[in-house]
Each structure stands twice: as structure tokens, then as C-alpha cells.
């Protein structure tokens, strides 16, 4: 492990499968009356968040409890980052706290590579999703939700995804979630493919490594996993598509399209879940989809990635100290 996680491209295929392995240890906590290790007491961790944001904030804030560090809330939203802050000085407002981690979500690409190559704070920097680029515990938590479901709780152990298909369906362009599972997942030797309209795939999306389709029905039947994505409206400026009830009839999963699965595939969303548009109730409530499990699992990947960060491996992340102090 490196001293931060900013991109799941970052991750060498032995990071992702120790963190993997890791969080199953972790979740193994969540099966004891007290869940709570002591690993982090003492260690100030600062969940700093510019984008609105449920599961994420919540499932770090829950990681980091369970982990035993004291937590920081800040919200952008009633900060001085409204009468105009920047991220600089809200940094070094940190530093001067001492805090030994921050978790950031910006807006704006590339802010948490921006924070933990700046100088600007001598922090460990987890990137909780950044504009349209990288959102790696997401594709984390995914690739555990897989590895689980597809291998097994105690079989995955050790292992990679190597040869499972994935296909990735739906809001390609603005989705940081569909380029960090493309990078993570391809890391861990599976073969993805994004399924979108032509107006939905990024440019340049052929020196990524996946295939890509525009024709949902034709990936089903060879599919270990879909993973359904939400359109982001609140990041389109443009039509991408001619109506609501179009897309869905193209590009949405129903119960007709579900049962074209293998029987062993599963559903997956990262939420939030539009019902009626990328996904009807009848698959988002039917015992193939993961969207919960990944819920869970994220709290499992977040305490392993802060464990990994801030207690399991030392020499990555601690401070000068005594005589070699500059």
C-alpha cells in the first residue's frame, strides 16, 4: 500500500487482493456484539466532503468508528468554503489541527491528487470521489461484492477476478464508478465491457481496457455481472438521449432482460437507484441484486483501507519523529 489512495489505478493487482482479503477480516467484526477494534485510537481522521453524498460520508464516518479514531465531519455547506475559502487554506486549516488522514469528495477532478501532492498537508488522502474521475473504495467494495458472490465468502481468499465478465451498463461519460471498476477490475484479470448510447461513451474511451457495446441484449447471456449505473443529470448540460422512456426501453434491465443471466450473474448498483429508469423494482428488489450487500460491504473496504493506510502498514505513512524531525 502507498501513503494515499487517489485512483484504483494506483492499486497492483497484490494491493487490491490484500485490501480484498483484508476487508474480510474486517467484516468479520460486524458479526461481534461490540464492533469495534482498537486499531486507530488516537488518530484524527477528517471526512471532508464538497459534494453532497449518503452512502459514502456515512460508511467512511462508520469505518472509521469501528476502527476507533476520532472523527471530523466537515461539510462544504455552512463552511467558510461558501464565503470563498480555498482548498488550500482549508487544508492547512487541518494541518494545523493535526489530523492524520482526510477523506475528500470534491467536484472538481484531480482535488485529492491536487491535496496530497501539494505539500500543503502531511496527511494520508483517501479520494471519496472526485468530479468524473476515479472513486476507488467504489470499485473496491465492488470487486469484494463480486469476489463474494461469485467465489465464495472463504474461497475468494487469495483470489482475483480473473476471467469473470462484467458489463457495465449505462452513464458512462459522468461516471467516476464505471472508470475506477474499468481500471480495478482489469487490474484483477477480468474482462469488462461498457454498454452505453454512443452519446454516453467518453472519447477515448478505446484506450481503456475493455470492449464496448451499444447493445445491452447482445452482453446478457455472458455475463458473470452487470452493474447498471445512474444517469447524472446533474452533470449533463445537453440531451444525450431522446426520452426518459427511450433509454429505459434501450439500456434498461427489467425482469425480462434479468432472467437472459446465467443463473449463477448477479445485479449490481452503486446507487442511488432511479427505479423505472436504469432498473425496475422487480430486479432492484429481487434476491440477485447486490445493491444492499454493496452498502454493507463498503464499510468492510473502508476500515480495510484505513486499517492498510494508518495501522496495518507503518512505515508507509509515519511521521518523522525525534532527531530526524526537520
Not at 6 to 19: E, F, Y
Not at 25 to 50: H, Q, S, W, Y
Given at each position: 500500500?502507498?501513503?494515499?489512495?487517489?485512483?484504483?489505478?494506483?492499486?497492483?493487482?497484490?494491493d487490491?487482493?490484500?485490501?480484498?482479503?483484508?476487508?474480510?477480516?474486517?467484516a468479520?467484526?460486524?458479526?461481534?456484539?461490540?464492533?469495534?477494534?482498537?486499531?486507530l485510537?488516537?488518530?484524527?481522521?477528517?471526512n471532508?466532503?464538497?459534494?453532497?453524498?449518503?452512502?459514502?460520508?456515512?460508511?467512511?464516518?462508520?469505518?472509521?468508528?469501528?476502527?476507533?479514531?476520532?472523527?471530523?465531519?466537515?461539510?462544504?455547506?455552512?463552511?467558510?468554503?461558501?464565503k470563498?475559502?480555498?482548498?488550500?487554506?482549508?487544508?492547512q486549516?487541518l494541518?494545523?489541527?493535526?489530523?492524520?488522514?482526510?477523506?475528500?469528495?470534491?467536484?472538481?477532478?484531480?482535488?485529492?491528487?491536487?491535496?496530497a501532492?501539494?505539500?500543503?498537508?502531511?496527511?494520508?488522502?483517501?479520494?471519496?470521489g472526485?468530479?468524473?474521475?476515479?472513486h476507488p473504495?467504489?470499485?473496491?467494495?465492488?470487486?469484494?461484492?463480486?469476489?463474494?458472490r461469485?467465489?465464495?465468502?472463504?474461497?475468494?481468499l487469495?483470489?482475483?477476478?480473473?476471467?469473470?465478465?462484467?458489463?457495465?451498463?449505462?452513464?458512462?461519460l459522468?461516471?467516476?464508478?464505471a472508470?475506477?471498476?474499468?481500471?480495478?477490475?482489469?487490474?484483477?484479470?477480468?474482462?469488462?465491457?461498457?454498454?452505453?448510447?454512443?452519446?454516453?461513451?467518453?472519447?477515448g474511451?478505446?484506450n481503456w481496457?475493455c470492449?464496448?457495446?451499444?447493445?445491452?441484449?447482445s452482453?446478457?447471456?455472458?455475463?458473470?455481472?452487470?452493474?447498471?449505473?445512474?444517469?447524472?443529470?446533474?452533470?449533463?448540460n445537453?440531451?444525450?438521449?431522446?426520452t426518459?422512456?427511450?433509454?429505459?426501453?434501450?439500456?434498461?434491465?427489467?425482469?425480462?432482460?434479468?432472467?437472459?443471466?446465467?443463473?449463477?450473474?448477479?445485479?449490481?448498483?452503486?446507487?442511488?437507484m432511479?427505479?423505472g429508469?436504469e432498473?425496475?423494482a422487480e430486479?432492484a428488489?429481487?434476491?440477485?441484486?447486490?445493491?444492499?450487500?454493496?452498502?454493507?460491504n463498503?464499510?468492510?473496504?473502508?476500515?480495510?483501507?484505513?486499517?492498510l493506510?494508518?495501522?496495518?502498514?507503518?512505515?508507509?505513512?509515519?511521521?518523522?519523529?525525534?532527531?530526524?524531525?526537520?
Amino acid at each position: 500500500m502507498q501513503r494515499h489512495l487517489i485512483s484504483a489505478a494506483d492499486l497492483t493487482r497484490d494491493d487490491a487482493v490484500l485490501i480484498l482479503d483484508t476487508a474480510e477480516e474486517m467484516a468479520r467484526v460486524a458479526d461481534r456484539p461490540i464492533k469495534k477494534l482498537p486499531t486507530l485510537r488516537g488518530r484524527t481522521i477528517v471526512n471532508l466532503f464538497f459534494e453532497d453524498s449518503t452512502r459514502t460520508r456515512i460508511s467512511f464516518e462508520a469505518a472509521e468508528k469501528r476502527l476507533s479514531a476520532d472523527v471530523i465531519n466537515f461539510s462544504a455547506k455552512g463552511s467558510s468554503v461558501s464565503k470563498g475559502e480555498s482548498l488550500k487554506d482549508t487544508a492547512q486549516t487541518l494541518e494545523a489541527m493535526g489530523v492524520d488522514a482526510v477523506v475528500i469528495r470534491h467536484g472538481a477532478s484531480g482535488a485529492p491528487y491536487r491535496l496530497a501532492n501539494s505539500g500543503w498537508i502531511d496527511a494520508a488522502v483517501v479520494n471519496a470521489g472526485d468530479g468524473t474521475h476515479q472513486h476507488p473504495t467504489q470499485a473496491l467494495l465492488d470487486a469484494f461484492t463480486m469476489r463474494r458472490r461469485l467465489t465464495g465468502r472463504d474461497a475468494g481468499l487469495g483470489q482475483d477476478l480473473a476471467g469473470r465478465r462484467i458489463t457495465i451498463v449505462g452513464d458512462v461519460l459522468h461516471s467516476r464508478v464505471a472508470r475506477s471498476n474499468v481500471d480495478l477490475l482489469h487490474t484483477l484479470g477480468a474482462e469488462v465491457t461498457l454498454v452505453a448510447p454512443p452519446t454516453l461513451v467518453p472519447v477515448g474511451v478505446e484506450n481503456w481496457p475493455c470492449e464496448v457495446s451499444y447493445d445491452l441484449d447482445s452482453t446478457l447471456s455472458k455475463s458473470d455481472a452487470v452493474m447498471m449505473l445512474r444517469v447524472q443529470r446533474e452533470r449533463m448540460n445537453a440531451a444525450f438521449f431522446p426520452t426518459e422512456r427511450e433509454y429505459s426501453r434501450r439500456y434498461g434491465l427489467d425482469g425480462d432482460r434479468m432472467a437472459r443471466l446465467p443463473e449463477h450473474a448477479i445485479v449490481m448498483h452503486p446507487g442511488p437507484m432511479v427505479r423505472g429508469m436504469e432498473i425496475t423494482a422487480e430486479v432492484a428488489d429481487s434476491g440477485r441484486c447486490t445493491a444492499i450487500e454493496q452498502v454493507a460491504n463498503g464499510v468492510s473496504i473502508r476500515m480495510a483501507v484505513l486499517y492498510l493506510l494508518l495501522g496495518g502498514n507503518e512505515p508507509a505513512v509515519t511521521r518523522p519523529t525525534g532527531s530526524e524531525e526537520k
